[in-house]
């Protein structure tokens, strides 16, 4: 999955803070794909966002991406999140996986 360093004596803090991004991420992608499956998992100002839905079916890579992206600018903007992985699925192209 997702790894990154993070510095052990700062563990305790960042998870906090994780944990803060990583539900106000969640919310802002529960707003937009209600129905969707999601997944975020957060460590220090970057991501990896993982969103299975149906409404994806026939959209382009790209423009999956953007949606989801669109979820994220403003705490992209601020520098609170620095860098995105972005999956964006239909549900049939996550059960082949």
């Given amino acids: 999955m997702l ?4 510095n052990s ?3 305790a803090t960042l998870t906090s803070v994780d944990r803060q991004l990583e539900d106000t991420i ?3 992608l529960e707003q937009e794909f209600p129905d969707a499956a999601l997944q975020v998992v957060v460590e220090g100002n970057r991501c990896l966002v993982r969103v299975v839905t149906d409404e994806f ?3 382009l890579r790209v423009r999956r991406e953007q949606r989801v992206y669109r979820c994220l600018t403003e ?3 601020s520098g609170e999140l620095h860098a995105v992985t972005i999956q964006a699925k239909t549900s049939n192209e996550a059960s082949s996986e």
């Fill in 57 to 59: 079916e026939g959209v």
């Fill in 3 to 6: 790894q990154f360093a993070l």
């Fill in 26 to 28: 969640r919310a802002n």
């Fill in 9 to 11: 004596a700062s563990e």
């Fill in 75 to 77: 705490l992209m903007a």
